[in-house]
């Protein structure tokens, strides 16, 4: 499948690519190449093949969501500089119109 240049400057446009004129000419045979491939894998039998999110067969590496114990309050404010410990805030510096 050939492209022609507009279907180049087509897609530079809703890429949001300015593109040279030398990445036009270049871009074409390469775009040719990618659908090449991908009608390659369209020709590979995948009907006996079970749909699969993973390779391997381990199984979720996540731990289950349940609340546990973590730091106290005063524990991690102890190590805070700038803490606020009576409020229990810690102070951070300003990131946003600063």
């Not at 040279?20 to 190449?33: A, F, I, V």
């Not at 991690?76 to 600063?98: C, E, H, K, Q, S």
């Amino acid at each position: 499948m050939a492209f022609a240049s507009e279907e180049i400057d087509r897609l530079a446009a809703l890429s949001r690519l300015a593109l040279t004129d030398e990445e036009r000419r270049q871009l074409g045979p390469q775009l040719e190449r990618i659908l090449d491939y991908v009608e390659t894998l369209r020709a590979v039998p995948t009907t006996d093949v079970p749909p699969t999110t993973h390779t391997l067969d381990a199984g979720a590496a996540l731990r289950d969501d349940e609340p546990r114990p973590s730091l106290a309050r005063e524990d991690a404010l102890a190590n805070a500089p700038g803490a606020d410990r009576a409020a229990g805030l810690f102070t951070v510096p300003r990131v946003i119109g600063g």
